[in-house]
């Protein structure tokens, strides 16, 4: 099974940019579908960004079209999702998921947490003046 790490949080001010990297171990993310969550204060765990298997498409809440990406540098194995112009209203604990997907099922994107397998620890972001 993989293990999944985060990291690149840190504190922003706001209108900056961050590049959150998730690395994997114990396996290739090639066989998974990826997806980054966060969770503020008192707030439960809500989608962010997801990313295909075949990691030829991607989903993102409204909340962030237009501002963050998701992408996936298969040299590296490394999932990436970088922030900009950043809101206070992004700061959270930010993690990193990853679900086991059959070559039949590359193309599809999964946003629910109960359908990601995988959970990184997260990494913290503070968008903050």
């Known amino acids: 099974q993989v293990q999944l790490v985060e990291s690149g949080g840190g504190l922003v001010q706001p209108g900056g940019s961050l590049r959150l990297s998730c690395a994997a171990s114990g396996d290739t993310f090639s066989n998974y579908a990826m997806g980054w969550f966060r969770q503020a204060p008192g707030k439960e765990r809500e989608f962010v960004a997801s990313?295909?298997?075949?990691?030829?498409?991607?989903y993102s809440t409204d909340s962030v079209k237009g501002r963050f990406t998701i992408s996936r540098d298969k040299a590296k194995d490394v999932v990436y999702l970088q922030m900009n112009s950043l809101k206070p209203e992004d700061t959270g604990v930010y993690l990193c998921?990853?679900?086991?997907?059959?070559?039949?099922?590359?193309?599809?994107?999964?946003?629910?947490?109960?359908?990601?397998?995988?959970w990184g620890q997260g990494t913290q972001v503070t968008v903050s003046s």
């Open positions: 998921a990853a679900r086991a997907v059959s070559i039949n099922a590359q193309s599809l994107l999964y946003t629910k947490i109960w359908e990601f397998d995988y």
């Open positions: 990313l295909s298997r075949s990691a030829t498409r991607t």
